[in-house]
């Protein structure tokens, strides 16, 4: 059976509303023997709450296993590590990674510093998590998106905005536990095989995923505006239901 990896937010629902025609396309993808794994750059969420909503909006039973966030790729990375963790990000970050690990308010006594996303930060947040990282500190963060959509018009400001600043300060990248970079792909490359197909709205992370996959990429159309070509995406289609259309049709 291949499997079809498909991103969540802009590709088959925009804040919580389905986009039409997706679990139409989905049920028939299933009946031509074709598999799903849903893959979010969302940290905001644990993976059984974007499942519950997921089955909600479906009216489809999604295994919880088949859902893959930057969350579940920094359970698997933190496994068997004894680490303190400083995190910058909401309470509901702090209180799902004090469930994985012991977390410090105190940067200096921390092993790790991830980053997930706050609606504001401030730049001595950013000079704080730049010196940990130039003392020597493993810095993360969660997802590099620079934006997320909101509507089909607006988008806010993604975990990507510190990220960048962080960047430009210490003058070399972030590893992220998010789409597209390498602790993601390894994620997927262990647990599921024959990842064929990748759709989404983002070059920067679904396309980029895909090529680490070596998956044929699908982008569909969304309000995010997309930095980077989006001709180098195998194929471009308006919507979801387009994409599993000709997956069905030509492969
Ligand atoms: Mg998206």
Do not use: W
């Amino acid at each position: 059976m291949n499997t079809i990896a498909t991103d969540l937010d802009g590709t088959i629902y925009l804040q919580s509303r389905i986009i039409p025609g997706v679990r139409d396309s989905i049920i028939s993808a299933k009946k031509n023997n074709l598999d799903f794994i849903f893959i979010t750059n969302n940290s905001s969420e644990t993976p059984q709450t974007v499942k519950n909503r997921l089955e909600k909006i479906l009216s489809i039973q999604i295994p919880v296993r088949n859902i893959v966030t930057p969350l579940i790729v920094l359970k698997k990375y933190l496994n068997n590590k004894n680490e303190n963790i400083y995190v910058h990000g909401s309470s509901k970050l702090k209180n799902y990674v004090s469930n994985l690990s012991v977390i410090t308010k105190n940067i200096k006594d921390a092993g790790i510093i991830l980053i997930g996303r706050k609606d504001h930060f401030t730049t001595d947040e950013v000079e704080i998590i730049s010196n940990a990282f130039n003392d020597g500190k493993n810095v993360f963060a969660l997802n590099k998106d620079l934006t997320f959509p909101i509507n089909e018009h607006e988008f806010k400001d993604g975990n990507g905005a510190i990220v960048k600043e962080i960047e430009n300060l210490i003058g070399c990248e972030i590893k992220s536990f998010g789409k597209p970079d390498r602790f993601y792909s390894s994620y997927l490359n262990d647990n599921f095989s024959n990842i064929r197909y990748v759709i989404g709205d983002r070059v920067d992370t679904d396309i980029l995923l895909a090529k680490e996959l070596n998956a044929k990429s699908f982008l569909v159309k969304s309000s995010i505006k997309n930095h980077l070509n989006e001709d180098i995406a195998d194929f471009k289609f308006s919507t979801f239901s387009e994409c599993i259309s000709f997956i069905i049709k030509n492969f």
